[in-house]
């Protein structure tokens, strides 16, 4: 049987759109929150006595810590099975690395989305102590097959 040899691009195209997607809607969470409070409150620093700042904060720094490790638990039990290291990405190297990229998006995400609600309840611009973060993250692990090589081969 022939196996047909796909090139890096193709192997990439959707991880990076999904990297894409992920990341505009953190852009579009912001977005609304500028829209709802306006510019001047944007502008200024957030005054909160919020009963769920604590909470949410706390929830933030457990997805971002999960976001760092979960991944790589996940991808070192896939580690194994992955056959072809010939220093070019795979289907095989890109089905094992997906999950664990994914998860990392999501769990990112999600810091977004508290500080989205905080900011909807305060009528304060918190979402931005919890995006700039992300989105800074967000370009540290921007998909290509030489950081999906590295990651698959890390131990």
Request: aromatic share 14%; with cysteine; glycine share 2%.
């Amino acid at each position: 049987m022939n196996k047909v040899r796909q090139n890096p691009n193709q192997i990439m195209f959707v991880p990076k759109i999904i990297w894409i997607a992920l990341l505009s809607s953190i852009v579009v969470y912001n977005y609304v929150v500028y829209l709802k409070i306006g510019a001047e409150a944007f502008s200024s620093l957030p005054q909160t006595e919020n009963p769920l700042l604590t909470a949410l904060v706390v929830m933030a720094l457990l997805s971002f810590l999960l976001s760092l490790f979960l991944p790589n638990i996940i991808l070192k039990s896939t580690r194994k099975k992955v056959k072809s290291m010939e220093g070019r990405i795979s289907i095989e190297i890109m089905q094992a690395v997906f999950m664990p990229f994914i998860l990392r998006l999501i769990f990112l995400e999600s810091i977004c989305v508290y500080g989205f609600i905080l900011s909807f309840q305060d009528q304060s611009n918190l979402i931005l102590f919890f995006s700039i973060p992300v989105i800074i993250n967000y370009f540290f692990i921007f998909p290509t097959e030489k950081r999906w090589l590295e990651w698959i081969r890390f131990k």
